[in-house]
C-alpha cells in the first residue's frame, strides 16, 4: 500500500481500516501504552544513570516553615510552637537517613520510626508527630498541602505539640535533585527542656548552622512527562474530532464506542495534568 | 461528536459530571499520591461502566465497542500514573 494511502487510513475513516482510523484503534493505543510504559522505565532508570540531570529547584527555607507553621496556629487560636535545637538534629537525622536509604516514608525499609531519631538526638517526648513532604518549589504550597490533609494538619494544629524542628534538605533521591522537608512536633516530657524562643533572628541562627547542597539547574521530570501527555492526547482527540467529521460528512453507518466519552476521558486527563503540581507529602 | 451529545444528552450530562466531580476531588486532595491514584482508578473505571451501560441500554455492545472502551481506560490509566509516579 502507497504511503499516503496509509496515512490516510491512519488518520481517517476509509473502506482500508473498517471506517475507523488506525490510531484510534486497539491495534494503535495497545502498542501507545506500552511506548508510555516504555518512557515511564527510561524515566525511571535515567537519573540511576544520569543522576542529577532531572530535578526539582526550590526556595524552601526551615524558617520559613516555621513561620508559615505558627501562622496557621495563630489563626486556630494555639500557642506558637518553639524551635527546638535537638528536633531540629532529629529532623536533620531523618533527612539525611532518607536520602542515604533512599525512601520516602514514617517508617523506614529497616524499621526505624520516626521516634527513633527523636532519641538520638536526645529529645524526650510525652507526645510526637512527623509531617513529611518533598519535591515542592516554595514553602507557602508545603504548608498549604499539609493544611489540606487532615492528618498533617492535625499535627499542625494540635494544642498538646510545645516544640517544632524543620529540615529542608536538598539531595539526590534516586539520582533525581530534589528537597525534603522533615517537621518535627512534640511536647517534652516534665522537667526537660532544650528550645528556643520563635524570633525571626533567633530562628534564623537556629537553621544556619544545617548544611545544604547547592542547587544546580536540572530539567524538572514532571514538565517533561506533562509535554508528552498533552502531546498525545492532543494527537488523539484530533484524530477523534476529524473520524465525528468524517462520518457526520460520509453519512458512514458503524458500529464503534462514542467519540465524545473517549475525548471527555482525555481531556479529564489532560485537567488532571493542569491541576497537578510538583509536590507530595506523606 | 456533537450529533452524539444531542442524541444522547442525559448519558453525557452522568459521565462529564462525573468528570468533573473526579477532578472537585482530585483538587482537594493534590499532593496526597494515594489519593490521586485511587481517584484515578475511579474515574477510568466508572468511564468504563458507563460505556458497558450505555451501549447495553441502547442495544449496540458488541466486543470490538468494548475493547475499545478498554484501550482507552488503559491509555487514560497509563498516562495518569505516569504523571503521578513522575510527581
Known amino acids: 500500500m502507497k504511503l499516503k494511502g496509509r496515512l490516510a487510513n491512519f488518520l481517517v475513516p476509509t473502506a482500508g481500516n473498517q471506517w475507523r482510523a488506525w490510531i484510534l484503534q486497539p491495534r494503535f493505543l495497545t502498542p501507545l501504552v506500552i511506548v508510555i510504559l516504555l518512557g515511564q522505565l527510561f524515566f525511571n532508570l535515567f537519573p540511576l544513570v544520569k543522576p542529577g540531570v532531572l530535578g526539582y529547584s526550590s526556595d524552601i527555607t526551615p524558617v520559613k516553615i516555621v513561620m508559615l507553621t505558627n501562622r496557621e496556629r495563630q489563626k486556630a487560636g494555639l500557642e506558637q510552637l518553639r524551635v527546638n535545637t535537638l528536633l531540629n538534629k532529629a529532623a536533620q537525622a531523618k533527612a539525611a537517613n532518607m536520602l542515604a536509604f533512599n525512601y520516602w516514608a514514617h517508617v523506614s525499609p529497616s524499621g526505624q520510626t520516626p521516634w527513633l531519631f527523636f532519641k538520638q538526638a536526645g529529645y524526650r517526648y510525652k507526645v510526637a508527630g512527623e509531617n513529611l513532604a518533598k519535591d515542592f518549589t516554595d514553602s507557602e504550597s508545603v504548608v498549604q498541602a499539609w493544611m489540606a490533609s487532615p492528618s498533617h494538619r492535625d499535627n499542625i494544629l494540635d494544642a498538646r505539640f510545645r516544640d517544632i524542628g524543620v529540615a529542608v534538605v536538598k539531595g539526590d533521591f534516586k539520582g533525581v535533585k530534589t528537597t525534603l522537608i522533615v517537621q518535627l512536633f512534640g511536647a517534652p516530657v516534665a522537667g526537660f527542656a532544650d528550645t528556643t524562643q520563635p524570633t525571626p533572628s533567633s530562628l534564623a541562627k537556629n537553621f544556619n548552622s544545617f548544611p545544604s547542597l547547592a542547587t544546580a539547574k536540572t530539567i524538572n521530570p514532571l514538565s517533561v512527562v506533562k509535554f508528552g501527555i498533552v502531546f498525545a492526547v492532543g494527537l488523539i482527540v484530533g484524530a477523534l474530532v476529524v473520524d465525528s467529521w468524517f462520518v457526520r460528512r460520509y453519512h458512514i453507518y458503524r458500529l464503534a464506542g462514542r467519540n465524545a466519552a473517549h475525548a471527555g476521558l482525555l481531556l479529564a486527563i489532560v485537567l488532571l495534568v493542569i491541576l497537578t503540581q510538583p509536590g507530595i507529602i506523606f | ?87
Open chain 2, 1 to 87: 461528536m456533537h450529533k452524539e451529545l444531542k442524541q444522547y444528552p442525559l448519558d453525557f450530562a452522568i459521565l462529564f459530571a462525573s468528570f468533573a466531580i473526579a477532578l472537585a476531588f482530585f483538587w482537594n486532595l493534590r499532593h496526597v499520591l494515594a489519593a490521586e491514584k485511587t481517584l484515578l482508578l475511579g474515574l477510568v473505571s466508572f468511564y468504563l461502566l458507563w460505556g458497558l451501560a450505555h451501549h447495553l441500554y441502547h442495544h449496540d455492545l458488541t466486543a470490538k465497542v468494548m475493547v475499545e472502551y478498554l484501550s482507552f481506560a488503559l491509555l487514560a490509566l497509563v498516562m495518569g500514573l505516569t504523571l503521578f509516579q513522575t510527581v
